[in-house]
C-alpha cells in the first residue's frame, strides 16, 4: 500500500467523521496527516509504531490506524462509519471544491443521497436559497458534477452530444477525403452511451494523434477524453464503410431481425436499393420497424410536438418568469404551455401554498389576456403524498385546468409501498398526468421499484396520461413501455421539465426515445394542436 492509498484512506475517514459532526480536532488532525503522509519518500505502511510516533504530524491515533492498515488491512473505524453513510453521500467526497459541510448541509437539508441527485437539484435550482450556497456556487457544482458523473465512464446522450458534434466537425474539416459518423449509442441516440464513438476510413493512429492535439482533450486513466468524453474511432476500409455503419447503427435484435429478411441488404444504403422508405437509426431498436419500412414509419417528431407540457417558473425552484417561458415557447413555435410549478409539500422547491397559487393564476391571466395565437394553462405539479393523496384538498384541485401528479419525497420504498402510493394517485379524480412514474435519475437513481403493467393498465382505466419526462437525466417513462401503454390507449405527453427557457429545448430528448418506441403522433398528448388540447381537457 502506498503513502498515496495511506494518506486517501486516513482522509476520507476524517472527512466523513466531519460528515457526522465529529471532534474537529480530531477532524484536523487527520487532514494534517494526510499531507504530512503524501510528502514522506519512505512507505509508512512498513513502519513500526514508535517510529511512526517519530514522525512530525503523526500523533498516536493516526499511527494506530496505519498499523492497523498494514495487519488487517482496512480501518474498523472507518467501516462503522461506511455503514451508516449512504454510498451516494461518500461518493461526493470525491468531487473536487464539494467538502463535507456543503455535503452534510444537502444531506441533512434536502434529503439528497448521491451525486446525480444533487445535479438534478442544481438544474432546478434548489440549491440557490440553501444556506452557504448560491447561484455562483451551485453553478460551480453543477459543472463539478457533470464533469465526475461523465467521468465515470458512462455519459449521458443529452450531456455529450454538443461536444460530439463538435468533435465529429473538426474531424470531417481536418480529413476532408475521409468519412466519419458516429456509430452506436450517439448514431440510436441511447439515453446512455459509452462515449464518443465514430467510424471512419481514414488511418487511425493519425485521426488518434489529432484528437490528441486538440484543446480539450486530455488523458484519463489511459484513454483520451474530449471535453470530458472519452474518445473512440474505429476505423475500416471503405469498401467496408457502409456495411460497418449499418452494424453499429441498431440494436442486436433489429440487425439478426434484418438480416433473415434480407441477408445480402447489410448495409447503409440498402433502404434505396430495396426500395424502402428509410428507417431513421434512432427508430431501429424494435423489429416492428422494419414491418412499417414498405409503406414509411408514421413515428412522431420534434415537428409534431404543438405545446409545452411541465414547465416550472420563479414561483417555485424555475430561472425564469411566467412570461418569459411563455414569449420563449412562443418563439420556438409551440401553441401553448402548460405552467406547472411544485405544490406546497415540495418545501424545498419553493411550493406555492394555495395563496400563492391563486396569485400566480391571477399573473396568468393577465399575460393571456395580452398574448395572440399563444395560451397558457393553469397546472400544477402536485406532490403525491405519502400515503397517495395529492397536495392540496379535491376542491382546490378544481382551480387547475389540469393536475400533474409526481412523487418526489420518501423515494425509498419498496414495489408495495411504491404501487400504493401510484394507484392511489392515478384513480384520484383530479390527477391527468402521471409524472416521471419511477423517480429515476439515469446514471444516478434506479427509481423505486414498480409493476409496469398494473400501473399502466390503471392508467388505462383512469384515462390518466404516462409523461415521458423529456430531462435527459430521467426520460421517465423509459420507452421500453410506451409500446404496452400505447396497446392499452394510454397516451404518452412528452414533457421538458422545463425550469428555464433553455430546459424547453430538451423535448429532444424525449421524442428521441418516443421514436424508439415507434410512438406515432396521435398517441402523444402534446402533439394536439390548441383547440385539440383544450377539447382532451374538457372531456
Not at 101 to 110: N, Q
Not at 240 to 251: F, K, L, P
Not at 496 to 523: C, F, M, N, T
Request: net charge negative; hydrophobic share 40%.
Amino acid at each position: 500500500m502506498t503513502n498515496k492509498e495511506v494518506a486517501t484512506i486516513i482522509n476520507t475517514l476524517g472527512k466523513i467523521m466531519e460528515l457526522h459532526g465529529e471532534n474537529p480536532f480530531k477532524i484536523r488532525s487527520y487532514s494534517s496527516a494526510y499531507v504530512t503522509i503524501r510528502k514522506l519518500p519512505e512507505p509508512v505502511i512498513d513502519m513500526e509504531r514508535e517510529e511512526l510516533l517519530g514522525i512530525k504530524g503523526i500523533g498516536k491515533a493516526i499511527a494506530d490506524k496505519i498499523v492497523e492498515l498494514r495487519e488487517t488491512g482496512e480501518l474498523s473505524t472507518l467501516n462503522r462509519y461506511l455503514e451508516k453513510t449512504p454510498p451516494g453521500i461518500v461518493e461526493m467526497l470525491s468531487i473536487k471544491g464539494f467538502g463535507p459541510k456543503k455535503i452534510k448541509t444537502v444531506w441533512e437539508g434536502m434529503q439528497i443521497e448521491s451525486p446525480g441527485e444533487l445535479l438534478y437539484a442544481c438544474e432546478e435550482n434548489r440549491l440557490i436559497e440553501l444556506k452557504g450556497f448560491g447561484a455562483k456556487t451551485q453553478e460551480t457544482i453543477k459543472q463539478q458534477l457533470i464533469y465526475f458523473l461523465d467521468s465515470r465512464g458512462k455519459y449521458l446522450y443529452g450531456h455529450i452530444l454538443a461536444e460530439s458534434e463538435r468533435l465529429l466537425g473538426l474531424l470531417r474539416e481536418q480529413f476532408g477525403a475521409y468519412r466519419f459518423e458516429f456509430i452506436h449509442g450517439l448514431r440510436r441516440q441511447l439515453p446512455i452511451v459509452d462515449g464518443i464513438e465514430i467510424l471512419t476510413d481514414g488511418p487511425a493512429e493519425e485521426i488518434m494523434s489529432y484528437c490528441q492535439s486538440l484543446e480539450g482533450v486530455e488523458e484519463i486513466d489511459g484513454a483520451w477524453h474530449y471535453a470530458g468524453s472519452k474518445i473512440v474511432i474505429v476505423s475500416c476500409a471503405t469498401e467496408e464503410y457502409d456495411s460497418v455503419w449499418w452494424q453499429g447503427s441498431a440494436s442486436e435484435e433489429f440487425v439478426a431481425a434484418w438480416s433473415e429478411r434480407y441477408p445480402d441488404q447489410m448495409r447503409e444504403s440498402a433502404f434505396e436499393d430495396i426500395g424502402l422508405q428509410p428507417i431513421p437509426a434512432e427508430c431501429r431498436e424494435r423489429v416492428e420497424a422494419i414491418d412499417m419500412a414498405p409503406t414509411g414509419l408514421s413515428i412522431i417528431s420534434e415537428a409534431d410536438i404543438r405545446g409545452v407540457v411541465h414547465t416550472h417558473s420563479t414561483h417555485s425552484d424555475g430561472v425564469n418568469t411566467i412570461r418569459e417561458m411563455a414569449e420563449e415557447s412562443q418563439r420556438l413555435g409551440y401553441e401553448y404551455l402548460v405552467m406547472s410549478d411544485h405544490s406546497k409539500a415540495a418545501f424545498y422547491a419553493n411550493g406555492l401554498n394555495e395563496d400563492r397559487v391563486l396569485a400566480q393564476m391571477e399573473e396568468i391571466d393577465r399575460i393571456n389576456a395580452e398574448m395572440k395565437d399563444f395560451h397558457i394553462f393553469k397546472s400544477i405539479e402536485c406532490d403525491i403524498l405519502y400515503d397517495g393523496s395529492l397536495d392540496y384538498d379535491d376542491d382546490f384541485l378544481k382551480n387547475f385546468d389540469l393536475v400533474i401528479a409526481s412523487v418526489h419525497s420518501n423515494l425509498k420504498m419498496d414495489q408495495d409501498k411504491a404501487m400504493h402510493r401510484l394507484l392511489t394517485a392515478v384513480a384520484h379524480p383530479a390527477t391527468r398526468i402521471l409524472g416521471h412514474p419511477t423517480g429515476r435519475l439515469l446514471l444516478s437513481r434506479e427509481g423505486y421499484p414498480i409493476d409496469h403493467m398494473a400501473l399502466i393498465d390503471a392508467c388505462a382505466e383512469h384515462d390518466v396520461v404516462i409523461e415521458l419526462n423529456a430531462s435527459p437525466y430521467r426520460l421517465d417513462l423509459d420507452w421500453t413501455w410506451i409500446p404496452y401503454a400505447v396497446e392499452r390507449g394510454v397516451m404518452i405527453s412528452i414533457n421538458p421539465d422545463a425550469h428555464s427557457i433553455a430546459g424547453i429545448q430538451d423535448i429532444q430528448y424525449g421524442v428521441s426515445a418516443a421514436r424508439k418506441a415507434l410512438l406515432a403522433p396521435a398517441e402523444c398528448l402534446n402533439a394536439k394542436g390548441l383547440s385539440d388540447f383544450k377539447a382532451w381537457l374538457g372531456q
